[in-house]
């Protein structure tokens, strides 16, 4: 029901919707970060066809203003996250991720250091589906109390991919950068 109504909140303000329609049952989508807004706009949408998304979330976020929230959604918090997904992507549920572990500061996709995608990917052999979020940061930057409703929203969901590597830091960091890159060109 709140995804719905979040669904229809933002709608106005979300000009185009790719992809939605070739998302496997069970994934881990990989999200550009640039705004707040990002999470609950992405779940919204994919909530109108599939189960609403489970986003692994910084544990922080579940001691704030925002934590009746992310409870009520079942959002993950970072600590213990790599196992909850696991347990939760043998049950066919849709994990999302935003690598960046923080939102932009000037709308560029941010670089990545952590192997937790990686580390996912390779234990539960879920596909990995790029998301490119466009318009966020003009919507709602970092700075801001308050959006600008004057800016559109698009959100473009790439082709599923899958690799098969052995589990190490290296190989993890190399997946987390050809996804990131596939983000990049859909942005």
Known sequence: MIATLTFLALKPFLTRVEGVGSLPRKCILV?????????????????????????????????????PFLRLYRQIPTKGSIEKARKLLQKNTIIGIFP????????????????????????????LVPVAIKGTFQWWPYDKRLPN???????KIGKPRT???????????????????????ML
């Open 31 to 67: 999200v550009n970060h640039a705004s707040y807004i990002d999470g609950p706009l992405l779940g919204s949408v994919i909530a109108a066809s599939h189960p609403v998304p489970r986003f692994i979330i910084w544990r922080h976020f579940f001691k704030v203003w925002a934590a």
């Open 100 to 127: 960046e572990g923080r939102r932009t500061h000037d709308g560029k996709l941010l670089p990545t250091t952590h192997t937790g995608l990686g580390v996912l990917h390779l234990l539960t052999k879920a596909p």
């Open 149 to 155: 409703f004057t800016k559109s929203l698009s959100i």
């Open 163 to 185: 690799f098969d590597k052995k589990l190490t830091k290296k190989n993890c960091l190399a997946i987390q950068a050809e996804i990131m890159k596939d983000i990049q060109k």
